[in-house]
């Protein structure tokens, strides 16, 4: 049988025009970590029409293939890492009343382009290198050396849940340096575009 291409679209499902080979089952019923047994009883076909598409040795009516396909995507999605799996649990944070010198020391020495700034337990700004290159040429670096965190910091990172899914994150990284996680207004990690690829 030749590979055959099959174009599955659903109204209100997880897959809008995706494009796949029969062929294709196999290997992503194995990336998922799926046996052939389960694969078949949660799209509601036999075992052995399984081990024939991924053979190449059948040609099933197009419902069971996009029941199949839609198992396999409903668990792709499932299995997808999420901000509590990627995120860096060695947050740094600097105070409103830090030093900027001193946080740009920190920058320096931990390699990171960006800090947290925290009054108490809450999370009030974010400083990073932009930020201090704005406060240069606005101040200069006479007044730079005197200046705290508070004067140049920029607004706060976005906070995520640790289930959030990283593909949500990297829109957000699209426009924000980093993302802090929390969970009841405790900060738990922090992730960077570093940190999602």
Known sequence: MEREEVTVKYQNGAL????FELQDIKKLRAVLG??????ARLAGVSQSLIAKIESGKADPAFSK???????LENAKN????????????????VSKK?????????????GI????VCKGKAIVGAVCEENVLEGLQKFGHEKMERLCVGEIMGEPFLCVREDTPCKTIAQMLKREKAVLVSKNGKTLGI???VDLL
């Open 34 to 39: 799926m046996r052939q047994s389960e694969l």
């Open 98 to 110: 830090t030093r900027v010198l001193e946080a740009v020391k920190l920058i320096k020495e931990k």
């Open 78 to 93: 499932t299995a997808e890492a999420h901000a509590g799996d990627v995120m860096n649990r060695n947050v740094i944070f």
């Open 113 to 116: 382009s960006q800090l947290p």
């Open 16 to 19: 809008k025009n995706m494009e």
């Open 65 to 71: 293939v996009k029941r199949v396909m839609e198992v």
């Open 191 to 193: 992730i960077t575009k």
